[in-house]
């Protein structure tokens, strides 16, 4: 079947039109001047995804907690992680961010939800708008804080009873917007599962483990195939906000129709849905700013590292030159001795 760009109204009937939203603003100074204070660019994309003429953009971190939210719709974040984990499974808590994590106020995570499964494993789901320069460093440090917590927890809890064999795995799930170039590299598979294994087979129950998720990546394959699977739908609702795929979406899979419905009736909430949109837009600037700081550090490091090399360099060639220097030196002092004893040498008489 063949989806034609359209507005998204016509399957939520309760989309309003921009006239409507309008009178809303006008009505209450305060949102006026919010909507004054944001760019045209900024202020078309409120009103495309509020008028249905784009999707919501779901892994904004206000849109994400509102539709899977685990504290009153536990079974769909369930779903999304049975779906990632390749197994079911099902949320039992969520547990607050530890104060002691490593990520600063200028951090590029978009949202961070840390939850506790049944069998005890511990999750923590990360959305980055901008991938980390370097991915890989940065999630191992965030696991062995989740796996610290996890630790510190269960012995302050058990106490002399305490053992290791109660320590579940912990998984860190990161969904990239815009993945590092090492990602792309790799453009044929949007899922990369990593855990530790041996190189002798050995079977030790190592216990992290991680999955990132370039939703970029995966939408240049969905722009190709379409949706596929039910990872493929989980995909498409959280990465994309093209109607046409949309509404493919809802119709191979029905069950994501109500999380898009419960979204658009937010936005019949004016007010609250313009302070989620100020809140996303001031993330964007700081996640712009601290990827723009931490690239140009990058670069810094790498126009220090190769001034340095070629000081290194300089260096060694000086201390050639002058290893040279010292040995023309000793030369011309061999010569200016066999020039004495030359003229001191008296052939021997006959």
Known sequence: MTYKETNLSQFFPCIRTKELIFDDIKKHPNLENIYESWTSNQQEEFLNICTGNKGIKILYDSFFKEVLNPEYAPDRLS???????ERKVKVKDVLPNDSTRLGDE?????TDIVVELEDKSLANIEVQKLGYLFTGERASCYSADLLLRQYKRLRDKTKSKFSYKDIAPVYTI?????????????????????????NTGINLNMLQNFIFIPIDIFLEKLHNRGIKSELDAWLTFLGCDEPKYIIELITKYPGFKSMYSDLYDLCQNIERVMEMWSKELQILDRNTVKYMIDELQEKLDDANATIANKDATIANMGSSLANKDATITNLQSTIVELQEKLSKYEPPKE
């Open 79 to 85: 779903n999304l992680l049975s779906i990632l984990l």
């Open 106 to 110: 200028m951090s590029l995570v978009i």
């Open 174 to 198: 990161v969904f990239l917007e815009s993945s590092p170039a090492c990602f792309w590299e790799f453009k044929n598979e949007y899922v990369h599962r990593f855990s530790t294994t041996s």
